[in-house]
Each structure stands twice: as structure tokens, then as C-alpha cells.
């Protein structure tokens, strides 16, 4: 059966990478001349199976509030005329009452559990490269209150086989000395040990290749403008090419991995996706000093910022801005994120070479990603992925094929879409 693959960032070319495993006939399409350019490219670099809680969680309104109006605050909410953004806002509201919290963090648990055992068996199948490091997440507190809730978060962790463990502040600088400067301040951590970092972008670019080696197609340049659909059923996209021709594209099933602008496409249809845009930012910088750097993965947990180590590089992405389709790089945010690395790593790296970058997060309100079968049979979902794209990447895709093959996928406390075996 011949599967058409719309989107080539991580989730587009991983389910065209797990659909071609399983015997489905695979092409892929996507607006850009390369894979990875949009969300996919500069992410926060982190395999992140320890941070399955949303940011729909009890504690966000208040922080939201707190925040208000701080051009440098973590989270930002500007406000548009567009029924779409205020929508999907009460939708994160409700999504933050503690019982729907639980139930999504648990989802997202189990599937980033099976996501990173599909991520190693994959690298050691393919030995694709990417900068990746084995050296786990040191999450970070600044706060004795916030330290305060480590202990329950390990146990809560450990009832989803995640494995963590809290640590003093001598244990975090025996983790990663490069906090030496920052130790000051620190209140403790978590850490998980089983966590990784590596670079999407060139893992998304190495995939894509190897899956133009086994077969798979990919149609580059090429913007889908119309989903072709009558009887209940797609018939084809209409798309349109670099050289300004327009044409179609059929196959016998659809994916839509479009990120963000997965809810219009398919907007004509019927369908309601509750996807919206959530801007972040990250800085990519040289290191001037490898051997000051950190190269245990890290997360702010009282900014909000992470930080990765990617070859001779360092990454740092952070802040959510509800402001929709807009990909202007602002530079006070941007600022706020350099003004944090030099905090934390003073003259480690070559911050006047920083490359600045701004993506959208295609975000459900409770950052539960859609996967499995639309209303429509011949359509399929893998999208909204938010905050977790790239953790999630290798078992939302590995699913999706066992779905689409009449298995069933397994992540039993995952709510996939339609009625599958
Ligand atoms: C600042 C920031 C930091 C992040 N950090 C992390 C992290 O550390 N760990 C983690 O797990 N996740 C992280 N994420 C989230 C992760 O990057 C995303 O969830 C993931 O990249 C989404 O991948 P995607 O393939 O669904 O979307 P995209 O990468 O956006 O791919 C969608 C593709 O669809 C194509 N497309 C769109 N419309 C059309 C059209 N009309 N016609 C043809 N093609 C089209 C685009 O060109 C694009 O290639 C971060 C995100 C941001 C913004």
C-alpha cells in the first residue's frame, strides 16, 4: 500500500522511516528543499523522558499571572483576534485541573518510556549520528521550595519505570562540574540517568537519507496548498512547486505530520484539531572552552531553560509565547536566554557567534500528541507534539506503523486515535 507522508521534520521522517520497515510503499512531502528546517532544526536537543508533566498542570495559571506582562518571562500570552488562540486557551486551562494533569502526564510517560527504547534499537541499527550524548538530564532548582517537591517527583517518576534520583548540590557538581560557577546558587536536582541529548536536525537529515536509501520518496519544495477529499474519503493533495506548477499527489493513505499547520490544512475537512502554535527560542553557540562546558544535559526548572551539549557546540532553548503563526526572532528573549548561559557558564562559549532561532511548537492543549486514525479511513494523524517532539519522535512513529499494519501499538495507557485492533 502506497502511504503518503506529509511533513518531513522529525515526526514526518521517522513515520516515514517506521512505515517503510513495516512493507507500506512510502513518499514524502514537504514545502522546504531539505528536512528538519522548521521545528524540527534548533530544538532543545533533549531526549527528554523524565519531564512528562505538561505545562497544563495545576501550578500554571498562577505562573502565568506572575509572569504577565514580562517581556523576558517564560511563558507569554499576546493576545490576537483569532477564535482559534482564545479556544485552545481555555481548552490549557481545563487541561490543568489535576485530574486531566495526572492523565496526560501518565500518557505522555508511557510513551516517551517506548519512544527512547525505539530511539536506541534505531541508532544501533543504523548507527546514524548526531552529536548524541548517553549522559542523562540533570534537572536543576534554584528554590528550596521547588527543591521540596523533588522527592515526590522521583516517586512519581518510578511508577512510570522512569528512573530518577535527587541530589544535594555536591551531587549535581559531581554530575556536571561544569556548575562549579553556578553552585552558589543551586538548591538541588533531579537527575535520570537514561536521559540523552543530541542534535534533531541531524538525526532528522541522517534518517531522511537512509530512507531515500531504502526506498522511501520525497517530494521537496513542494507546498501542499488542498487536501482533495469526497465521500468521506481524501482523494489526493493539490500541491505547489518550487517552479510555481501546480499538480496533486495521491496514494491509497495519508499522514499528516504538518507540526503547526496541521489544524488549517485539515480544517476543511471537518476536522478540529486543538493544535496552536507555541513560539520558543534557542541560541546555538561555539564553545571558546570544551573543557568548562557542560556536557551532562541540563534543565532550569526554575526558568524554564534547557541546555545541551552538541559536539563543539552548546544549545540553549527556552520560553513559550502564545503570539501564532509569528517566527520573528525577538531579541529580548533571545537575550534573556544568552543572559542565562553567560550566568551560568561565564566565558565558556563565543556568545557574539550565537545563532538565534525561533520555532513553533505544535501544542495540544494538554501536549497529549494525535496519533492514529482521523474521522476520514484513508487518513492518519502523528502530530501535536508540543514541548516533546523530538522525545517522542521514534515511538509516536514506531506506533503509528503498527496501527496502520492492524496491531496494536504498544503503549497501553496511550489514548490513540480511532478504533484500531
Ligand atoms: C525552542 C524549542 C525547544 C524545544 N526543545 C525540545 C527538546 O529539547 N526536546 C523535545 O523533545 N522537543 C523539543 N521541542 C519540540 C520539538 O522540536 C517539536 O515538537 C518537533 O520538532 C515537532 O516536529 P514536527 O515534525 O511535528 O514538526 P516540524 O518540524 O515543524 O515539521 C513539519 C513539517 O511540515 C512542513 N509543512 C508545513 N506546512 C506545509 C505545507 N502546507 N506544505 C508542505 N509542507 C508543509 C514543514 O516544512 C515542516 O518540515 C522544542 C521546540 C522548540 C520550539
Known amino acids: 500500500m502506497h502511504v503518503l507522508v506529509l511533513g518531513a521534520g522529525v515526526t514526518g521522517v521517522t513515520t516515514a522511516w517506521y512505515l517503510a520497515r513495516a512493507g507500506f510503499e512510502v513518499s514524502v512531502v514537504d514545502r522546504q528543499p531539505e528536512a528538519a528546517l522548521e521545528t524540527s532544526y534548533a530544538n532543545g536537543g533533549q531526549i527528554s523522558i523524565s519531564h512528562p508533566e505538561p505545562w497544563a498542570n495545576p501550578a500554571a495559571p498562577l505562573n502565568a499571572l506572575r509572569w504577565f506582562g514580562r517581556e523576558d518571562a517564560p511563558l507569554l500570552f499576546r493576545p490576537h483576534a483569532d477564535p482559534a488562540q482564545w479556544a485552545w486557551t481555555l481548552a490549557f486551562l481545563r487541561e490543568c485541573l489535576p485530574h486531566r494533569a495526572r492523565r496526560n502526564t501518565a500518557a505522555i510517560a508511557s510513551l516517551a518510556v517506548h519512544s527512547g527504547e525505539r530511539l536506541r534499537a534505531l541508532r544501533a541499527e543504523t548507527g546514524i549520528a548526531y552529536d548524541h550524548l548517553e549522559r542523562g538530564i540533570l534537572h536543576l532548582f534554584f528554590t528550596p521550595q521547588e527543591f521540596a517537591r523533588v522527592g515526590a517527583k522521583v516517586a512519581e517518576l518510578a511508577t512510570y519505570g522512569i528512573q530518577a534520583r535527587s541530589c544535594s548540590r555536591d551531587e549535581c557538581l559531581a554530575i556536571e562540574p561544569a556548575l562549579a560557577g553556578t553552585a552558589g546558587e543551586l538548591a538541588g536536582g533531579l537527575y535520570a540517568p537514561n536521559d540523552e541529548s543530541g542534535d534533531a536536525f541531524r538525526f532528522t537529515q541522517a534518517l531522511a537519507e537512509r ?90 526548572e526554575s526558568r524554564r531553560i534547557v541546555c545541551s551539549r552538541l559536539g563543539d557546540r552548546l544549545r540553549v532553548a527556552g520560553t513559550a509565547e502564545l503570539n501564532g503563526y509569528n517566527t520573528e526572532i525577538n531579541l529580548a528573549r533571545c537575550q534573556a536566554i544568552l543572559d542565562w548561559l553567560e550566568a551560568r557558564f561565564p566565558d565558556v562559549t563565543d556568545t557574539a557567534g550565537a545563532h538565534l532561532w525561533a520555532g513553533l511548537r505544535p501544542a495540544t492543549p494538554g501536549n497529549v500528541p494525535l496519533i492514529g486514525r482521523s474521522r476520514l479511513p484513508n487518513l492518519w494523524y502523528n502530530t501535536g507534539h508540543g514541548t516533546l517532539g523530538w522525545t517522542l519522535a521514534c515511538g509516536s512513529a514506531s506506533c503509528l506503523a503498527d496501527l496502520m499494519s492492524g496491531r496494536r501499538a504498544p503503549v497501553p495507557h496511550f489514548p490513540f486515535l480511532g478504533n484500531e485492533a
Open 211 to 300: 530512507a531515500a536509501q531504502a526506498g522511501v520518496r520525497f517530494h521537496y519544495n513542494t507546498t501542499i496548498t488542498r487536501i482533495d477529499h469526497s465521500g468521506g474519503r481524501m482523494n489526493g493533495i493539490e500541491v505547489h512547486d518550487a517552479e510555481g506548477r501546480n499538480g496533486g499527489l495521491t496514494a491509497a493513505a495519508y499522514v499528516l505530520c504538518l507540526g503547526s499547520y496541521s489544524r488549517p490544512l485539515v480544517a476543511p475537512l471537518g476536522e478540529q484539531l486543538p493544535i496552536y502554535p507555541v513560539k520558543g527560542y534557542s541560541v546555538t553557540v561555539p564553545l571558546r572552552d570544551p573543557q568548562r562546558a557542560p556536557s551532562v544535559s541540563l534543565t532550569d
